[in-house]
């Protein structure tokens, strides 16, 4: 009877959804990344990456980087990855199209400001990255690029099994 149920369980395990998941080696190179690409430009800020279900994965704090640093990164890398679109463009896109304004409003971890952007890895949003504390959300977007860039399209996202 035990072998019936061992032999059920493989069967429904090989059914189970696989997702990619961004490894946290790698979510902590591109947070490093960011936070040095943003320290080169005389900025304190805070970095946050969170993975696809909007949960925090990453947090590195810069010297000087004022306290709402930390959760301001966070809701961008939140919003970038549950919207999955740039905060950037979001922001603008908010601005031409007013009757979507509830967005902003939509929880309270939405946060709609430049420096967020989705990771996405083998065609799937596997999280996102999020700057606070630059002169400016286009500056904030910039440091969060550079730590897209160190992923690099060599590497990739492992499925989640």
Request: aromatic share 2%; glycine share 14%; hydrophobic share 45%.
């Amino acid at each position: 009877m035990a072998l019936c149920l061992t032999v059920g369980g493989l069967a429904e395990a090989e059914q189970l959804p696989r997702e990619a998941v961004l490894p946290l080696a790698l979510a902590q190179k591109a947070a490093a990344a960011a936070l040095a690409k943003c320290e080169e430009g005389g900025y304190k800020v805070s970095v946050a990456i969170a993975d696809h279900g909007g949960n925090l994965r990453v947090l590195l704090r810069g010297d000087g980087a004022g306290p709402h640093t930390t959760d301001s990164s966070f809701r961008k890398a939140y919003t970038a990855a549950s919207l999955r679109r740039s905060t950037l463009e979001l922001a603008e896109l908010i601005a031409k199209v007013p009757s979507i304004q509830a967005l902003r409003d939509m929880n309270d971890r939405i946060l709609i400001l430049g420096g967020g952007l989705p990771i996405e890895l083998e065609g799937e949003v596997v999280g996102g990255i999020g700057g606070g504390g630059a002169p400016g959300g286009h500056l904030d977007e910039a440091c969060a690029a550079a730590g897209l860039a160190i992923l690099g399209k060599s590497q990739h996202a492992k499925p989640q099994e």
